[in-house]
């Protein structure tokens, strides 16, 4: 397990570019097995979650060629059946997060697959019921395989269209990757209606057939590098954001007091002294919800929370969807900050407006989002943090050490 050593207190300056986006990245990574033609993917970052999605294709049979840095060609015209229903497949497809998107078009294509329960994130129970659900109404047969502790998807060449009305809103029901899968299907022959709205008409057609596709900047990550301007009251340019792509993300930062300006596709930040968060017009406390698009991502409450501890004010976050997502601000806690955390979805954060800085510490990483904002903790405490298990870092983010040190921060990486 490796570790993060972060000497805190350092301002960053300069500018830094997202890479592609992680969610997106797994989405069209899966779609390549749809067709038996050359698919070409750029802008895929190079990060842990992307790399073992595409070790898994690789093994599926998939022909994976590196044209040049984050451009990739795949060719899923010879798919391994027999490995793809082995022990072997279950258990690395349980390993991987990303792994639920290649069962969908396995069925479709070969008409069976198995199911098994994913792993990724600690953050609280993922359900995949909506997902196998769904596959049975449109006529697949399930069952449980006690042996390789997965479900048995069958009977997938006999699927037909029906009306689909799922049991839970996802975050991800109409948001800018969704829509960027889409497109990337109908260039391959898909009929679908409706992209950009939270109901999709889907024709089906004979056979898809090859493509190229280029992944949009991770909103995530630009969020991300907004907090760690703030947090640190440093003056940063984000590069080539995709501004139209980032829905409320820019005016949720505003709320918290962040000043940012758009400059063509960039985001700058100034530096600044105090962090003043707003407050509704009744005078009542500011709350930060994750909601559908194209309400806010719930990727980015918990970069949002460690911000707030160090601006002016007090907001309450209310993370909707995972009942274990907050609760690493025990660390944070312990590294000084004011926050009642009054449930498993709601945290209400009193601001130290930047007077009281936070306290080194040292923490474990226990998902992604937690651990970016573990380290955006540590790079404005003082003195020097430990992160653990920061594999759950690298599964979201690109080298993220080496692109925050070439800004000025100080962070080390231990093995």
């Known amino acids: ?3 993060f050593v972060i000497e805190g207190g350092r301002p960053l300056s300069g500018s830094i570019e997202p890479q592609g986006a992680k969610n997106e990245a797994l989405q069209v990574l899966s779609a390549v097995l749809l067709t038996a ?6 802008n895929l970052p190079d990060i842990l979650d992307v790399k073992n999605l595409i070790a898994l294709l690789e093994s599926m049979g998939v022909s994976v060629q590196k044209l040049e840095k984050g451009k990739y060609r795949f060719c899923a015209g010879h798919v391994n059946e027999f490995y793809i229903r082995s022990q072997e497949f279950v258990r690395r497809c349980a390993q991987l997060r990303g792994s639920v998107m290649v069962v969908g078009p396995l069925l479709s294509r070969f008409g069976q697959a198995f199911f098994p329960k994913p792993g990724g994130d600690k ?5 995949v019921d909506t997902h196998i659900d769904g596959f049975m109404k449109l006529g697949a047969t399930c069952s449980y395989d ?3 502790r997965a479900y048995n998807l069958s009977n997938g060449r006999n699927m037909r269209g029906c009306y689909m009305l799922l049991d839970e809103a996802s975050v991800t029901a109409c948001e800018p990757y969704v829509q960027q899968l889409c497109r990337m299907l109908t260039r391959m ?5 409706g992209i950009g709205s939270n109901l999709l008409t889907i024709t089906g057609v004979k056979e898809l057939h090859g493509t190229s596709h280029r992944v949009l900047p991770d909103m ?3 969020g991300s590098f907004i907090g760690m301007a703030a947090i640190t009251q440093s003056e940063l340019t984000i590069k080539n954001v995709s501004w139209e792509n980032l829905g409320i993300i820019p005016e949720s930062f505003r709320r918290l007091g962040v000043k940012l300006l758009q400059q063509g596709d960039d985001i700058y930040i100034p530096a600044q002294e105090s962090y003043e968060i707003e407050s509704f017009i009744d005078g009542s406390i500011m709350t930060l919800a994750d909601a559908p698009w194209p309400g806010l991502t719930p990727d980015l409450l918990s970069v949002m929370l460690v911000v707030a501890t160090q601006c002016k004010g007090s907001v309450l976050i209310h993370q909707k969807m995972f009942e274990s997502r907050l609760f690493f601000v025990d660390k944070l806690i312990d590294m000084g900050a004011q926050i009642i955390l009054c449930d ?3 945290a209400v954060i009193i601001g130290h407006d930047h007077k009281i800085p936070l306290k080194a510490n040292r923490m474990t990483s226990p998902d992604i989002r937690a651990g970016i904002a573990m380290l955006l903790a540590a790079m404005s405490a003082k003195g020097t943090s430990v992160i653990d298990n920061i594999e759950q870092i690298d599964r979201g983010y690109e080298d993220i050490e080496s692109r925050l040190n070439a800004l000025g921060a100080n962070i080390v990486r231990k093995i």
């Open 1 to 3: 397990m490796s570790s």
């Open 37 to 42: 033609e050359p698919v070409t993917i750029s």
């Open 123 to 127: 953050i609280g129970r993922r359900r």
């Open 146 to 148: 006690s042996d390789k």
């Open 189 to 193: 022959g898909a009929q679908i209606q």
């Open 220 to 222: 995530i990550e630009v």
């Open 344 to 346: 498993p979805h709601r």
